[in-house]
């Protein structure tokens, strides 16, 4: 068994670096999420299956992130916490031959790519064998996210601004997260 401190002493300032850059992303996420949550819920548009799926997922940011936090405790790293972006969802209020659904799946696909991304680039950044081995959990979690967040994005687009259909959509999906 290893010495702790000695993987301690292991963690270099360019793994914490990019722990807290990756800290920081799914804070960022948790925050996207936590918008669309409330905005699927609100009056205006009235989906409760959407606003809990958007919430579900927002708690789920607010866990990576927290796991994040406790790997770079354990291994003896410092969080830096940055402020958070304010998202850019404009496409929720713009006019567009898509629905705002639509348009919110795709952006939160793209953005999930981008994870995906980071996470490839922070294994194949470091030398450290145990925080690749931790970053390829993420990386699996991510991947199975884009893959369902791909599913929908088409099931959505199906649905091309049937209200009928929307809200059908809308119903099995409360179904499903409940």
């Known amino acids: 068994m290893s010495n702790p401190h000695c993987i301690k002493n292991q963690w270099t300032p360019e793994n914490q670096c990019l722990m807290n850059y990756h800290i920081n992303i799914e804070l960022n996420g948790f925050h996207i999420y936590n918008f669309l949550y409330s905005t699927f819920s609100n009056e205006q548009h009235s989906l409760p299956g959407l606003a809990n799926f958007f919430k579900q997922q927002s708690d789920k940011k607010l866990h990576d992130a927290r796991e994040l936090i406790q790997y770079q405790n354990t291994r003896g790293g ?3 916490l940055n402020s958070i972006i304010k998202p850019n969802l404009l496409f929720l ?14 952006y939160l696909v793209e953005g999930i790519e981008g994870e995906c991304n980071s996470f490839l680039n922070m294994h194949d950044q470091t030398q450290d064998l145990l925080l690749k081995d931790f970053i390829k ?17 088409k099931q959505v687009e199906l649905l091309d601004n049937n209200t009928f259909a929307l809200y059908q959509f809308d119903k099995d999906l409360l179904s499903q997260v409940i």
């Open 137 to 153: 959990s993420f990386l699996k979690k991510n991947l199975e996210m884009l893959h369902n967040f791909k599913i929908k994005l």
């Open 93 to 106: 209020n713009e006019p567009s031959d898509k629905s705002m659904t639509y348009n919110a799946f795709k």
């Open 78 to 80: 410092t969080v830096e």
